[in-house]
């Protein structure tokens, strides 16, 4: 049976150290790779995706959650796209937000609205900040796998792991189970 970790501030934490490591690829590329379109996802841009990892992280913690957490209403074509500093400047800001989130506040109950047709049907769900947090920290994991890809096709070289889901990493560890961190 696997060991579950029932600390909530590793949810934080998770979160803070994969957006770290997205900050440490995003130093270590040219602008150009940053705003170039991918060959091989067509219309892809690591700042594209960057932009879309951030609003992930940004909208539970923005003014708005409070009232009601919304992925599918949001800005596109902003400078984070195609500026790496203004990308890195804004995760700073996210990371300082969440070392600041105490165990209270990602327990604390929230509602988002999910899109569940192009037609712009919605529903509304009860969750909370960790939940959502947690949300944003895996789906920012298959981002960070495209971003990697677009990264080696301009030459950049990512570290070990990077877009790579836990579980993965765990599977191939030879652990094959969750363990207590």
Request: proline content about 4%; overall charge negative; some cysteine.
């Amino acid at each position: 049976m696997p060991v579950i970790d029932t600390n909530i501030l590793g949810v934080r934490d998770a979160a803070g150290a994969l957006l770290a490591q997205a900050t440490q690829l995003l130093e270590s590329l040219s602008d150009e790779a940053y705003r170039t379109n991918s060959e091989i996802l067509q219309g892809g841009t690591i700042g594209k995706h960057v932009r879309h990892v951030v609003d992930h992280f940004a909208a539970p913690l923005c003014d708005e959650a409070a009232e009601c957490v919304d992925y599918d209403h949001r800005e596109r074509d902003v400078p984070m796209e195609t500026d790496r500093a203004a990308a890195i400047e804004k995760i700073s800001g996210l990371r300082r937000q969440l070392a600041e989130l105490t165990e209270d506040d990602l327990r604390a109950p929230l509602r988002i609205r999910v899109m569940l047709a192009g037609d712009g049907t919605c529903a509304e769900l009860p969750s909370s900040l960790g939940r959502e947090l947690f949300f944003a920290f895996h789906h920012a994991v298959h981002h960070n796998a495209m971003i990697g890809a677009i990264a080696r096709e301009h030459g950049a070289q990512t570290v070990p792991g990077f877009g790579t889901a836990p579980s993965t990493l765990n599977h191939e560890a030879g652990r094959g189970v969750s363990q207590k961190t």
